[in-house]
Each structure stands twice: as structure tokens, then as C-alpha cells.
């Protein structure tokens, strides 16, 4: 007889894997660039709440009320102004007091009205001159971005050119060849600040071009116009703008040191650096006609300033996390 097989043992099999504790979280990925600056500058909906959670930022806050209250005054001169501009009826430099609330110049011009009529002009020659140079810039940046190696050498060699060109050398040029005005400043000042913007333009063109999405979007057959239109711009402008927000403080203290020269808006307009030039003589006498232009000379750039600092903290969340 056979002996008995011994009885089989069972396979065991080795037991699954015990799943994790905590599944996996991948990094949400940041917010578009775009949306950033506009959750935060856009006014809170009524009865929502913000899309990004963050709290705005002080000093665009500090900014935007100092700039603000500047152009509060520049509207109001639009409908509203104390006294004419040429009206010089109130008494030489009569102090302040009913009617003329700050007192009068050395000609019998109402100071409050000189001062909200000045605060019309730097904006208008601030606001103009970073339009005309943002458009002439960005015409000629963008070109640039797409330049050859020795046409792109070349463009940069006359942007510097342009760049190290006096803006008052400049200025006096125009005037010269037309006439002491504040389109003569305005249209100096714009073109000495188009090759600033020109040169940050390109520059921007270039690193965004070389971008891994750029050559996909060209690999999936998309035109160059519309690279430029759906990628380029879009990922340029938030730089460019807080550039030209630095550059709108610039444009006023240009203007007014053309107007202390004597080549900005002729009288009876009331330039900011005219009043100083004309308040120079008098500053022992009647130092509000000094003091007066040159705290709202400075309340304008400082606030421009601020905003443009602002603006930037919103463009880079991490300068802002490192404050």
C-alpha cells in the first residue's frame, strides 16, 4: 500500500498594501496675474466677498487717496474756479482771509484759484505725457522683441542714445522750433520717456518669447499676430503699467521744472513750477505763495508713487510676503 500524501498546505497570499493615511495634495496653482490686479484694485461686489481673500494693500490704499484728492481738485477747476484766472482785483499779496481764503500773489491773482488751475495742468501734462510714451514706446518695444541680432543691437544702441538725451535740452529744441506751450512739454516729455518704455518693452518681449508656450502655440499653427495679442501683451502689461505709474510721477516734476524755466504753459495759466519761479521773490514776505505749489507738488509725486508701489506689491505676491 502507498503511504498516506501528506495533506497540502494552502497558499497565502501577501496582504494588500494598506492605503495612505492622507491622500496626496498637490499645490494649488497661483492665481493669474491678471486677476490679482483686478480683485484688488476692482471694488468689492456688495454682499460678496473678494476672490482672492487678501487684505488691499496700504500703501496703493495711501496712494490712491493722496492722487485722488489732486484729481478731486483738477475736476472741480473744470466747473468751479473762486475767482477768473486773470482777476487781480484782490490787493497785492494780501494775506489769507474772506474772500481769498489763501491770500493773493504778488500780481492780485487769487492763490486758491492759481493752485487749483496748476493742479489741472500737472495732470493734464503728467497724464499725456506717459500716454504719448506708452504708445510710442510699446509701438517700437514690441518691433523690437522680434528683431534679428544685429537689427536688435542696433535698435538698443539708439534707445540708449535716446535715453541719455537731456529732457530739457530737448524741451528747449521744441520750443524753438514752435513756441513755449504746454503741448511743446507734453510732447518732449513724452518722447524722452517713449524710449524708457521702448527699451522695458523689448526686453519684456524677449524673455516672454522665450517662453515654452510660445513655441507650442507657434507649433500648433497660431500666427504671430495673434501670439502677440493672446500671449505677449497679456503677460507684458502688468509690468508696463506699474513702469508707466513711476513714470506719470516723473512727467509732473519734468513739467514743472519746464514751467519754473519758463517753458511750459504761458500765463494766464497757472503752472506749479511757474508759482514757484514767481513766488521765489516774495518767500520771506508771503511764504504760503512757495509753500502752497510745492506741498501739492510733492503730495502728487509721493501719492503716484505709492500707487505705482502698490501696484507692484500686487504683481509680485512675494515682494509683498517678504515685507
Known amino acids: 500500500m502507498n503511504a498516506p500524501e501528506p495533506p497540502v498546505q494552502p497558499l497565502t497570499s501577501t496582504p494588500p498594501p494598506e492605503p495612505l493615511a492622507e491622500p496626496l495634495t498637490s499645490t494649488p496653482p497661483?492665481?493669474?496675474?491678471?486677476?490679482?490686479l483686478t480683485s484688488t484694485l476692482l471694488p468689492e461686489p456688495f454682499g460678496g466677498r473678494?476672490?482672492?481673500?487678501?487684505?488691499?494693500?496700504p500703501t496703493l490704499v495711501i496712494g490712491c487717496l493722496l492722487a485722488g484728492a489732486i484729481v478731486a481738485v483738477a475736476v472741480v477747476s473744470l466747473f468751479w474756479l473762486p475767482f477768473p484766472p486773470d482777476d487781480t482785483s484782490g490787493g497785492r499779496l494780501a494775506p489769507p482771509g474772506p474772500p481769498h481764503l489763501l491770500g493773493t500773489d504778488k500780481l492780485g491773482r487769487d492763490l486758491l484759484t492759481q493752485l487749483m488751475i496748476g493742479a489741472r495742468i500737472a495732470l493734464t501734462a503728467?497724464?499725456?505725457?506717459?500716454?504719448?510714451?506708452?504708445?510710442l514706446g510699446v509701438a517700437a518695444g514690441l518691433p523690437a522683441g522680434f528683431a534679428?541680432?544685429?537689427?536688435?543691437?542696433t535698435i538698443a544702441a539708439l534707445?540708449?542714445?535716446?535715453?541719455?538725451?537731456?529732457?530739457?535740452?530737448?524741451?528747449m529744441l521744441l520750443v524753438a522750433a514752435r513756441e513755449a506751450s504746454l503741448g511743446s512739454a507734453v510732447l518732449a516729455i513724452g518722447l524722452a520717456m517713449s524710449a524708457i518704455v521702448a527699451r522695458l518693452t523689448r526686453v519684456l518681449v524677449k524673455r516672454v518669447l522665450a517662453q515654452d508656450f510660445i513655441t507650442a502655440s507657434r507649433t500648433s499653427g497660431t500666427s504671430w499676430p495673434r501670439v502677440v495679442a493672446e500671449?505677449?501683451?497679456p503677460n507684458i502689461w502688468p509690468t508696463l503699467l506699474v513702469n508707466l505709474a513711476l513714470q506719470?510721477?516723473?512727467a509732473v516734476l519734468a513739467e514743472a521744472s519746464l514751467s519754473y524755466l519758463g517753458l511750459g504753459a504761458p500765463p494766464?495759466?497757472?503752472s506749479w513750477g511757474r508759482m514757484l519761479q514767481e513766488a521765489q521773490s516774495t518767500v520771506l514776505t508771503a511764504p504760503l505763495g512757495a509753500v502752497a505749489p510745492g506741498l501739492l507738488l510733492i503730495m502728487l509725486v509721493v501719492g503716484v508713487n505709492l500707487v505705482a508701489d502698490g501696484l507692484r506689491d500686487v504683481a509680485d505676491p512675494t515682494r509683498r510676503r517678504s515685507r
Open 30 to 36: 497661483p492665481e493669474p496675474l491678471a486677476e490679482r
Open 50 to 57: 473678494r476672490r482672492t481673500g487678501g487684505r488691499r494693500s
Open 126 to 135: 503728467g497724464i499725456g505725457s506717459v500716454a504719448l510714451g506708452g504708445v
Open 148 to 153: 534679428t541680432r544685429w537689427l536688435d543691437d
Open 159 to 171: 534707445l540708449d542714445i535716446l535715453i541719455a538725451f537731456p529732457t530739457l535740452l530737448l524741451a
Open 231 to 233: 500671449h505677449v501683451l
Open 248 to 250: 506719470l510721477g516723473l
Open 268 to 270: 494766464p495759466n497757472a
